[in-house]
């Protein structure tokens, strides 16, 4: 009793030492409470995971630094009792399950993550998701998200060093159980996307990611938009407004330039849209040996900007309608087994890194035990090397589906004006009119009303959790 009040009173101590040394503007030493943070104690812990999660991502680094070593070697046990700690640590420090493998810290609140926004000057990274981050059932997309792109370490650095990043739960997630009766039960989430938005310091939206990419698509993207924001920084109204519609319209056209260039290198007639393909469209059609059109510059500058302050011709109707039935046209052309054949184009976009490949292990202990004795000499090697291979096929279909579907209604929703400028509004939109799961529906369009079901009142129940 005595040792754990003890304890207690030098976490404490610990804190208003932190405290202290932030208000007087030195930097404070942080090492007792990653220490104490996965400590035996659960009151210790708690108390020492509170303050560091307080003092916002320099508490995550300051356990991800006291850490280290087991963080680069951890236990082959995931059930090791340290381990335990460590991870439910880092997850609350970083607002993340399986922040161990991402070491990202995310606000949780808006308003926060703003002012850190204003402080930094860099753009918000503002995930929209049913379920929360911090639970492993969380919606599927989101779950993807942490083993394909945070903990991937090219993008996770990018996101460390130059987003500030924030999450919110629009809906809890439907999970289902289904029983064996035999005492094995299996749970899976049902349903549910989930979308990136890139947000200015004010928390404007300027573009967003919907779905699951690939990490290289997902970078290209986000990398691009991180650009956009930055050249937004300090400009007026109106040339904020020309510079949106300048990169949302050459976004379609190289999307649509992209698609087109995609059907034409797999054989496809792809109607007459568009002339001009994008730089990407362009060269994919030099590999398959397909005659190669002028490929279009990318990005807005500031001199077109000016001249499209005289010519609002550039970004008007007439454009977008062409683009239109040239999209449309496009995905007459463009099947099921179309889509797959494309995506195996952009397999290198979703490829996985070896820290993602270590996070698929770690989670599926039970393949790796039976690949140390399967027959086949690859297996043996590498036994999750086919179950890798499949998912990143599954996420590079996924990739080109949002990009040339989801992300080019976004941007078309920008040009004509139609995109809200309050991030709340449009997820609303997204979710209704893309993901067809509205909030007006509360049961996710889970429940046809017209489909017979032989169950009382459909098998519907309602109550709370």
Same mark, same amino acid.
């Given at each position: 009793m005595w040792r754990r009040q003890s304890m207690l009173y030098g976490v404490m101590g610990v804190i208003f030492s932190v405290t202290l040394g932030s208000a007087r503007g030195c930097g404070p030493e942080l090492a007792p409470l990653a220490i104490a943070a996965v400590s035996e104690d659960a009151a210790t812990a708690s108390g020492a995971i509170e303050a560091l999660r307080s003092l916002g991502p320099a508490g995550l680094q300051a356990l991800v630094n006291q850490h280290a070593a087991m963080l680069s070697n951890p236990p082959r046990d995931s059930h090791d009792p340290a381990w335990q700690r460590l991870c439910a640590a880092l997850d609350t420090v970083g607002a993340q399950h399986d922040c161990y493998a991402s070491r990202l810290y995310w606000y949780t609140d808006f308003e926060q993550a703003k002012a850190a926004a204003k402080?930094?000057?860099?753009?918000?990274?503002?995930?929209?998701?049913?379920?929360? /981050?911090?639970?492993?059932?969380?919606?599927?997309?989101?779950?993807?998200?942490?083993?394909?792109?945070?903990?991937? %370490?090219?993008?996770?650095?990018?996101?460390?060093?130059?987003?500030?990043?924030?999450?919110?739960?629009?809906?809890?997630?439907?999970?289902?159980?289904?029983?064996?009766?035999?005492?094995?039960?299996? %749970?899976?989430?049902?349903?549910?996307?989930?979308?990136?938005?890139?947000?200015?310091?004010?928390?404007?939206? $300027?573009?967003?990611?919907?779905?699951?990419?690939?990490?290289?698509?997902?970078?290209?993207?986000?990398?691009?938009?991180?650009?956009?924001?930055?050249?937004?920084?300090?400009?007026?109204?109106? /040339?904020?407004?020309?510079?949106?519609?300048?990169?949302?319209?050459?976004?379609?056209?190289?999307?649509?330039?992209?698609?087109?260039?995609? /059907?034409?290198?797999?054989?496809?007639?792809?109607?007459? @849209?568009?002339?001009?393909?994008?730089? *990407?469209?362009?060269?994919?059609?030099?590999?398959?040996?397909? $005659?190669?059109?002028?490929?279009?510059?990318?990005?807005?500058?500031?001199?077109? @900007?000016?001249?499209?302050?005289?010519?609002?011709?550039?970004?008007?109707?007439?454009?977008?309608?062409?683009?239109?039935?040239?999209?449309?046209?496009?995905?007459? @052309?463009?099947? %099921?087994?179309?889509?797959? *054949?494309?995506?195996?184009?952009?397999?290198?976009?979703?490829?996985?890194?070896?820290?993602?490949?270590?996070?698929? *292990?770690?989670?599926?202990?039970?393949? $790796?035990?039976?690949?140390?004795?399967?027959?086949?000499?690859?297996?043996? %090697?590498?036994?999750?090397?086919?179950? $890798?291979?499949q998912f990143e096929r599954s996420v590079a279909l996924d990739s080109v589906k949002n990009e040339y579907v989801l992300h080019r209604q976004i941007h078309e929703w920008f040009v004509n004006g139609s995109a809200a400028s309050d991030v709340r509004q449009l997820n609303e939109r997204v979710y209704a009119e893309l993901f067809l799961t509205p909030s007006s529906d509360p049961w996710l369009g889970l429940v046809p009303a017209d489909t017979y079901t032989a169950l009382q009142n459909g098998g519907l129940a309602c109550g709370t959790r």
């Open positions: 402080a930094s000057g860099k753009p918000i990274l503002s995930l929209r998701m049913l379920g929360k /981050l911090t639970d492993e059932y969380s919606c599927a997309n989101s779950r993807f998200f942490r083993t394909v792109l945070y903990a991937n %370490e090219q993008v996770s650095q990018v996101l460390r060093e130059r987003f500030v990043l924030h999450w919110e739960s629009v809906r809890p997630v439907p999970r289902i159980t289904i029983d064996f009766g035999d005492g094995r039960k299996l %749970e899976r989430t049902i349903t549910g996307n989930s979308i990136h938005y890139i947000l200015d310091s004010d928390g404007r939206p $300027v573009d967003a990611l919907p779905g699951l990419y690939g990490p290289k698509a997902f970078l290209s993207g986000l990398v691009r938009a991180e650009g956009l924001t930055r050249t937004l920084n300090g400009a007026s109204q109106p /040339l904020c407004k020309i510079l949106l519609d300048l990169h949302h319209r050459r976004s379609i056209e190289e999307i649509v330039g992209d698609w087109r260039g995609d /059907l034409m290198a797999l054989g496809i007639a792809a109607g007459d @849209a568009p002339a001009v393909l994008s730089p *990407r469209g362009a060269a994919r059609l030099a590999r398959a040996g397909a $005659v190669q059109p002028t490929p279009q510059a990318a990005g807005p500058a500031a001199r077109e @900007a000016a001249m499209a302050a005289t010519s609002k011709t550039l970004v008007e109707l007439p454009l977008l309608s062409a683009l239109d039935q040239a999209a449309a046209k496009l995905a007459a @052309a463009t099947d %099921e087994e179309t889509w797959q *054949r494309i995506a195996a184009l952009h397999g290198e976009d979703a490829r996985l890194d070896t820290a993602s490949r270590a996070l698929m *292990r770690r989670q599926n202990p039970n393949a $790796v035990e039976a690949g140390r004795v399967a027959v086949s000499k690859c297996r043996a %090697e590498d036994p999750l090397v086919w179950m $890798v291979a």
